[in-house]
């Protein structure tokens, strides 16, 4: 008997471990806490959350999960991307913020500035 609670406990208690949990911050300040996998995608997420609208934000409801965005760090995720691509820690609350917005900025790997880049020089003289 001891042993089949133990391995109840511990399938338990490591799958517990492998997900991740997200708060969801709107801009008006309202979170809310979610558990997902680290398989699950921006798009997957969006899908959930839209699913299962918690009942404190029905002033923020938006009409559809396509214009949820999730942004981490400062950046947009775009719909494919995983939370185990972000390497974010299982077990442990990781916040993010949840906007409503219908397009999103091409990602970018080198950042705003190389968009603006161009051949003439900016530079002043000073005498």
Same mark, same amino acid.
């Given at each position: ?22 708060? $969801?911050? $709107? ?20 899908? !959930? #959350? ?27 995720? !775009? ?6 691509? $972000? ?7 990781? #916040?993010? !913020? ?11 790997? !080198? ?17």
């Amino acid at each position: 008997m001891l042993v089949l609670l133990w391995l109840i406990y511990d399938s338990f208690s490591s799958s517990s471990r492998s997900q991740v949990n997200l708060r $969801l911050i $709107l801009v008006s300040g309202k979170t809310e806490d979610f558990t997902f996998s680290p398989n699950d995608s921006a798009t997957d997420i969006a899908k !959930h #959350v839209f699913d299962n609208w918690p009942a404190g934000w029905e002033e923020e409801q938006v009409s559809s999960p396509s214009i949820l965005r999730l942004i981490f760090q400062g950046r947009f995720l !775009h719909g494919n991307v995983t939370l185990g691509a $972000l390497k974010l820690p299982p077990g442990r609350t990781t #916040v993010m !913020h949840l906007v409503a917005r219908e397009t999103l900025p091409e990602p970018n790997s !080198h950042g705003q500035r190389n968009r603006e880049k161009t051949t003439e020089s900016n530079c002043c003289l000073l005498l």
